[in-house]
């Protein structure tokens, strides 16, 4: 329990930096997700092959899979979307309410009653969040867009439960990968033809950064994520990524200056979200026996 709980907390931490190389890459949410989604896939199916991991897997369970991937493009595009239409601070914060969406539909997916408990933390990142979107209006759309990151994230965490007591980590990784390729691949057109004068070829310094992006944001980290999954809950994981937004403000004041923009509401709903947060941890960590897999 210990140990799913520190892998978690390392997946959060590579997680924070995901906003700010989605912020330095100059390119576009739909090519920047395309690339990352290609180098990930590219770098894995290397390693896997090279460990002698690569197996095949059930037609079934491969759609199931890639499905899971194409709802994780689908998310990061909106994710992107948010901080280029805002600012990291923002589009990171609005990732704090999947705790919230996840609270909703992880019963409905068990077919439990809700946690009353699970709503009360929720309802703390909640305010903690319409606190910070009191400070300023002028993030409108990448507030909206972000939201609806924020509901597609908790999908894709449950379904990765799911997924992750029937597989290994990196087979669900690299399938996912592979599924969310294609499935943006299949959304570049369109990108294209809303927005035909957005650059799509990624400079030296944008591969540099998707380099990073793709590989210890994205494969590192999602390993660590599913490891934990194996462990604790789906509404436990994300409520502990509502942290991610302390790491990435902190490094988008120190990188971009975004502190300028922030006053004193912003701090104070920052920090009900950490508070949810770290009621949450110390609940799994008194009730060991609830988040263990059976």
Known sequence: ???????????VILAGFTGIFGKLVALPEVPLVWYRMLLTVVMFAAFMLFSGRLHKTDPKELAKIAGSGALLGLHWIFFYG????????VGV?????????????EPLVYKRPLSARELCFSVLTLAGVALIFHFDTRYRLGIALGVISAALAAAFTVYNKILGQRHAASVILFYQMLGGFCFVSLVMPLNFLLFPAAPAIPTAMDFLYLFLLSSLC??????????ALQHISAFTASLTFNLEPVYSIGLA????GEAAELG???????????LSVVLQTLRALQQRPAFLKP
Request: charged fraction near 5%; charge should be positive; glycine fraction near 4%.
């Open 93 to 105: 914060v609005c990732f704090a309410l999947t705790g919230f969406f996840t609270a909703l539909i």
């Open 82 to 89: 948010s901080i280029k239409y805002a600012n990291v601070s």
């Open 253 to 256: 004041m120190l990188i971009f």
């Open 264 to 274: 004193p509401p912003f701090y104070a709903g920052l920090a009900l979200i950490c």
């Open 218 to 227: 994205t494969i590192v980290m999602f390993l660590l994520e599913l490891q």
């Open 1 to 11: 329990m210990r140990n799913a709980l520190i892998k978690l907390h390392i997946s």
